[in-house]
T-cell receptor, first 115, second 108 residues
Framework: DVKVTQSSRYLVKRTGEKVFLECVQDMDHENMFWYRQDPGLGLRLIYFSYDVKMKEKGDIPEGYSVSREKKERFSLILESASTNQTSMYLC??????????????FGPGTRLTVT | QKEVEQDPGPLSVPEGAIVSLNCTYSNSAFQYFMWYRQYSRKGPELLMYTYSSGNKEDGRFTAQVDKSSKYISLFIRDSQPSDSATYLCAINDYKLSFGAGTTVTVRA
């Protein structure tokens, strides 16, 4: 059974803090993704990675960075948290095989509140 | 313009009703069309996908794609309270673009 785990379910941080969100998958997936989910806006892609040490910007990368030092782990970093980064953050992973490339497996999410 | 548009609802139906969910998309090059289901306080999970045009049926669920009008639909027959969730359409393959999600409540 595919498992994507995220380090925290709930997180409260202060404005200006550096925030690390960790994601680990156990299925040897090549691709990993970070999304944020906001009411009325759906899931928006922040960054994704298709290989170790590789990263590509998604639709809303501003204010975020990522790190992928190992295949199974993908970290999202908020260099200086701001209140408009209060959101649900979802990590996902997938294979690169053409026949299953559309299927992403999601973690349970981290609800981040920045005060 | 967003790549995929979805009415966020919410939608409330009585048990046993047919639920109809729709999305429109902008890029005719898209080939993969997915529906994800997200229960409260959980991450989304793939419910169904369709490659190119046509219908696909899986039990009480039917996914339809009309490429000529760039319209994708999900129908849930004989809806159950356990179908209460947010349904998100998604398009593309490698980098998914999601709709806003429609929250569905099936009343017992």
């Amino acid at each position: 059974d595919v498992k994507v785990t995220q380090s925290s379910r709930y997180l409260v941080k202060r404005t200006g803090e550096k925030v690390f969100l960790e994601c680990v998958q156990d299925m040897d997936h090549e691709n990993m993704f970070w999304y944020r989910q906001d009411p009325g806006l759906g899931l928006r892609l922040i960054y994704f990675s298709y290989d170790v040490k590789m990263k590509e910007k998604g639709d809303i990368p501003e204010g975020y960075s990522v790190s992928r030092e190992k295949k199974e782990r993908f970290s999202l970093i908020l260099e200086s948290a701001s209140t408009n980064q209060t959101s649900m953050y979802l990590c996902a992973s997938s294979f690169q095989k053409r026949e299953t490339i559309y299927e992403q497996y999601f973690g349970p999410g981290t609800r981040l509140t920045v005060t | 313009q967003k790549e995929v548009e979805q009415d966020p609802g919410p939608l409330s139906v009585p048990e046993g009703a047919i639920v109809s969910l729709n999305c429109t998309y902008s890029n005719s090059a898209f080939q993969y069309f997915m529906w994800y289901r997200q229960y409260s306080r959980k991450g989304p999970e793939l419910l169904m996908y369709t490659y190119s045009s046509g219908n696909k049926e899986d039990g009480r669920f039917t996914a339809q794609v009309d490429k000529s009008s760039k319209y994708i639909s999900l129908f849930i027959r004989d809806s159950q309270p356990s179908d209460s969730a947010t349904y998100l359409c998604a398009i593309n393959d490698y980098k998914l673009s999601f709709g806003a999600g429609t929250t569905v409540t099936v009343r017992a």
